[in-house]
T-cell receptor, first 116, second 117 residues
Framework: EPEVTQTPSHQVTQMGQEVILRCVPI?????FYWYRQILGQKVEFLVS????????KSEIFDDQFSVERPDGSNFTLKIRSTKLEDSAMYFC??????????????FGPGTRLLVL | AQKVTQAQTEISVVEKEDVTLDCVYE???????LFWYKQPPSGELVFLIR??????QNEISGRYSWNFQKSTSSFNFTITASQVVDSAVYFC??????????????FGTGTRLKVLA
């Protein structure tokens, strides 16, 4: 069964460093998402991406964040200058083509980011 | 406003007991989707069920059952004869169309279920 994959599974970085979290969505999916879950809290929407551009972003998704689909298969989240409060689990998700339950998102296993 | 409320922060039960996790949602949309996910200690989100706003039939899958009531905006989840392996955090989520035309999930705060042997 096709699945969303994410790399790395864990990342430790120093405050102020740039990190790139990578995701490979399900092939042929058209909608892509990033969510964030701070330890012990709920999962929060960050950004949605469709047709090679951001569809919607939350208040959390400030200028430090960017997303890209560089090669038609990967979907990346970049944090330019990490802060301590960026420490969280980051989930990538993708959703299907029109008429194929586009409201159902398939989640990757997450990347646990720790900023020291 | 779109919102999901899971009022139960943590529930502890003894193995073989039945347990119900509550979920109340708010949305002005007439078309929406509701989900339950299980998050074990390893951290991934495990899909349990999807329900659309036009289908109010209750569903049973093995020891799991779901009660969807539009009149009270609730989508409750019951585990029958709980087992230690059911211990996890359970999230209820609402999927609605955003202004951009894409969907996004709004999660509740989760309920931590501890099943004691």
């Amino acid at each position: 069964e096709p699945e969303v994959t994410q790399t790395p599974s864990h990342q430790v970085t120093q405050m102020g460093q740039e990190v790139i979290l990578r995701c490979v969505p399900i092939s042929n999916h058209l909608y892509f998402y990033w969510y964030r879950q701070i330890l012990g809290q709920k999962v929060e929407f960050l950004v949605s991406f469709y047709n090679n551009e951001i569809s919607e972003k939350s208040e959390i998704f400030d200028d430090q964040f960017s997303v890209e689909r560089p090669d038609g298969s990967n979907f990346t989240l970049k944090i330019r200058s990490t802060k301590l409060e960026d420490s969280a689990m980051y989930f990538c998700a993708s959703a299907g083509t029109s008429g194929e339950f586009v409201e159902t998102q398939y989640f990757g296993p997450g990347t646990r980011l720790l900023v020291l | 406003a779109q919102k999901v409320t899971q009022a139960q922060t943590e529930i502890s039960v003894v193995e073989k007991e039945d347990v119900t996790l509550d979920c109340v949602y708010e949305t002005r949309d007439t078309t929406y989707y509701l989900f339950w996910y299980k998050q074990p200690p390893s951290g991934e989100l495990v899909f349990l069920i999807r329900r659309n706003s036009f289908d109010e039939q209750n569903e049973i899958s093995g020891r799991y059952s779901w009660n969807f009531q539009k009149s009270t905006s609730s989508f409750n989840f019951t585990i029958t004869a709980s087992q230690v392996v059911d211990s996890a955090v359970y999230f209820c989520a609402l999927s609605v169309v955003s202004t951009s035309g894409t969907y996004k999930y709004i999660f509740g705060t989760g309920t931590r279920l501890k099943v004691l042997a």
